[in-house]
């Protein structure tokens, strides 16, 4: 309780006090529990940022450098924390450009609440000077959107928002604020939402279910969990662990699961999916149950839907009723809390030992790791390849870092590569394929973990649609360490292209700029590397920085990522060349 | 290939301003059309109810359904095929009152029909008729040729046939449900 002795620059005012709408908003924030903000100020939201000014001490505000930035930063840092994000930003193009980071965070699960200012009441539906509708607008990409036109209704609402943002399936949600509203005046009070009579977060497990799923998994001979970020959410990591060293289980991680299992755990088969590895992919047609905790079956792990898993039972633990059933068929459907549901699991699954089954992943493996893992690893040409620049991060971190990436290539390259070792270390854009996304959620993430190494990898194009976060991280001094992965290239499109498209490079190869440059610019040191030879000082120099910095590695121009499931073919067919 | 039937949705919800936009979005989304909708008050205070028609595959209506209580307003949400629902739908006519004068077809066609004659002034008559689509759509047909001046039809509004009142269904969703997240 050292924080009592320090004094503050404004004293939170008593219950009853009057207070403006916009300091019962900041208010608010911090009844529930916000320290951190990040945002971008505008005519609109004045009134609050003025608010703000008198509570910066306790409420630390990022000033990013664009709103999308704001809600990729806020999206990480909640990942990381297992916290709400909160983003504020002005009214019209500061609420239009959120779109991309609510819709990435909707797709994703994150809890986030995004604030924006409006122009008065008076003047809605006028076309006012920076009038956008953002209920319209923000209506498809969130979980819950709400407009407050009066003072009085903002901690009321406020709480709503945390409430609905936070629990169940995770989501964004978005509160618009009228200027008059944020001027008005109200009694301050607030109460944390607790219920809301037409929102049902948490279905209790269904017992009988649970006796099904355990009669299934304690009959199978050769059963496959895949653990998606459900896992993470609900903190279900221990369940988990202690389900599959108990009933022997290999375990296959998603995009957005893989920190949730150990990377070296003799159980952790890899991940699934179109630039997943072989064996979960493989075995996923060969198991006789499959098991898939806090995922949706995306596309992008499915593969052709009719060829996945059809000689397998399927069990489907999931706390969103809408996802059971909605592109793949289940056996039996856990509509729950991952954590609720295995801790019910485990009253009933038996030790079990499948080495038979559990050794058969390893032969795929080796399969892998001698036709594609090991030569992307040990490359021998002159040109650098993403997985040893990756491989190498991995090893000298020993696999405890924070990693974000962005999306292409080279996040596929850290998701196969970097050995996560600790739950909510990484951080991706996984349902939306969000290029630009790397950056912010760098930010985010160092902010969320300051004693933590984190590293953003990202790719060239990804790096320069949000290149401005550069100004965040040395404005704020945040010690993000950057790994650029140049390949002058859109390299997946190009990938693409080379495969489906008889190599015909339909604008996807960049002219860029020379980004150390750049950062400097910024007063952010860094190297660019294009020998083997000075990769691994290089990659020692980044590791020892003390503030931000920025390796960029000049990777080989054209290295596709293998293996590969081709879009809508089985996952048992994959290519590795 | 699954077959396409007529479907009507029952969603209950909070009456919240943009839930019916927030509704439509998943039809929408799934590019389904909407045939009827409509949307009214219902008798527990405070909560109202949407009737959509649609026609698609089971599969779909499920999925939209689902998708519809999913969200944060909404309370309940149920399809029901046709055969498990008594529906009616409104229309109202107006022809010009000279017409329904001139010889007695009109008022024989609104005895077959079984409909009412609302309101009648100097110059027009409403008349006014509940039932199928194809009932009040067959009166229509019949009037053209009297010089109909107006014809609207309302969306469906039904009930349901199983006996499980929206109050016991929200009760036993209610007690199925931890608010907080347990066991953290």
Redesign the interface.
């Known amino acids: 309780m050292e924080k009592k002795a320090k004094k503050f620059i404004k004293e939170i005012p008593a219950p009853g006090t009057e207070v403006t709408g916009s300091e019962a908003l900041i208010l608010a924030l911090m009844e529930e529990g916000t320290d951190t903000m990040f945002g971008y100020p505008g005519g609109a939201i004045m009134p609050v940022y003025d608010a703000l000014f008198d509570y910066r001490d306790r409420l630390h505000h990022v000033l990013v450098r664009h709103e999308q930035g704001a809600a990729h930063a806020a999206e990480s840092y909640a990942k990381i924390l297992g916290k709400t994000g909160v983003v504020m930003v002005t009214s019209g193009p500061g609420a239009t450009n959120l779109i991309t980071g609510l819709a990435n965070a909707m797709v994703d699960s994150v809890p986030m609440v995004a604030f924006s200012g409006q122009v008065p009441s008076g003047l809605l539906g006028t076309d006012a000077f920076q009038e956008t509708d953002v209920?319209?607008i923000t209506?498809?990409v969130t979980?819950?959107?709400y407009?407050i036109t009066k003072a009085e209704e903002i901690p009321e609402i406020v709480a709503q928002a945390f409430y609905?943002a936070s629990?169940g399936r995770p989501g964004p949600v978005m509160i618009d604020i009228t200027k008059d509203a944020q001027f008005g005046k109200l009694k301050w009070h607030y109460e944390r939402c607790?219920?809301?009579?037409?929102?049902?977060?948490?279905?209790?497990v269904?017992k009988e279910k649970v006796e099904e799923a355990a009669h299934l998994i304690n009959k199978s001979k050769k059963p496959l969990l895949i653990a998606g970020q459900g896992v993470l959410i609900?903190?279900a990591t221990d369940e988990l662990m202690e389900l599959v060293t108990r009933a022997d289980i290999p375990v296959t991680t998603t995009l957005l699961g893989i920190s949730s299992f150990p990377g070296d755990h003799p159980l952790n088969v890899g991940m699934p999916g179109m630039h997943g590895n072989m064996a979960p992919n493989i075995k996923t047609n060969e198991c006789d149950l499959l098991i898939a905790v806090g995922m949706r079956f995306d596309d992008r792990i499915t593969g052709k839907l009719d060829e996945y898993a059809p000689q397998a039972k399927i069990i489907h633990i999931e706390i969103?009723?809408?996802e059971?059933?909605?592109n793949v068929k289940t056996d039996v459907a856990i509509v729950a809390?991952a954590?609720?549901a295995l801790?019910g699991l485990l009253t009933m699954v038996k030790e079990n030992d499948h080495k038979e089954w559990v050794e058969s992943f390893a032969k795929e493996f080796e399969h892998e790791y001698d036709h594609v893992i090991k030569p992307a690893r040990e490359a021998k040409g002159d040109d650098i390849k993403m997985d040893e620049v990756v491989h190498m991060i991995s090893e000298k971190t020993k696999g405890e870092a924070v990693v974000v990436t962005d999306v292409g290539q080279h996040q596929m390259v850290v998701a196969r590569n970097y050995r996560f070792r600790k739950a909510r270390s990484f951080v991706t854009s996984g349902g939306l394929g969000t290029m630009g996304f790397g950056l912010p959620a760098g930010v985010g993430a160092k902010v969320a973990s300051p004693d933590r190494t984190v590293i953003a990898f990202t790719g060239d194009g990804g790096f320069q649609m949000t290149i401005q976060e550069l100004g965040t991280i040395a404005q704020h001094k945040l010690p993000l360490k950057m790994v650029l992965l140049n390949n002058s290239f859109l390299g997946m499109v190009r990938q693409w292209q080379d495969m489906f498209f008889d190599k015909r490079y339909s604008f996807t190869e960049l002219a860029n700029p020379e980004f150390t440059k750049v950062a400097e610019g910024y007063g952010i040191p860094g190297q660019r590397v294009d020998k083997r030879e000075d990769l691994e000082k290089a990659v020692d120099a980044l590791l020892a920085s003390e503030g931000p910095y920025l390796l960029e590695v000049k990777v080989m121009k054209e290295q596709n990522v293998y293996p590969m499931v081709p879009a809508g073919a089985s996952v048992s067919n994959m290519v590795t060349q | 290939m699954e077959k396409v039937e007529e479907f009507t949705i029952k969603v209950y919800s909070e009456n919240h301003i943009g839930l019916l936009n927030r509704l439509t979005i998943l039809f929408t989304r799934r590019k389904v059309n909407i045939e009827s909708l409509t949307t009214s008050e219902y008798h527990i205070p405070g909560v109202h109810s949407f009737t959509i028609v649609i026609n698609t595959t089971e599969s779909m209506v499920r999925k939209i359904t689902q998708q519809a209580e999913k969200l944060v307003d909404v309370l309940k949400a149920f399809y029901y095929r046709t055969d498990d629902i008594h529906y009616q739908e409104i229309a109202l006519y107006k022809v010009p009152t000279e017409a329904l004068t001139a010889t007695n077809e009109i008022e024989k066609l609104v005895r077959r029909y079984n409909a009412r004659i609302l309101e009648v002034t100097p110059e027009y008559t409403v008349i006014e008729k509940t039932g199928h689509k194809e009932e009040t759509q067959e009166l229509l047909d019949k009037l053209q040729p009297f010089g109909l001046l107006e014809f609207v039809r309302s969306g469906r509004v039904a009930i349901t046939k199983p006996m499980k009142e929206l109050a016991t269904h929200l009760r036993e969703k209610e007690d199925a449900t931890h608010f907080v997240q347990n066991g953290n």
């Open positions: 209920m319209g209506m498809p979980k819950w959107n407009q609905i629990t607790t219920k809301i009579r037409s929102y049902f977060p948490y279905p209790k269904n609900s903190n969103d009723q809408a059971i059933d909605k809390d954590k609720e801790q």
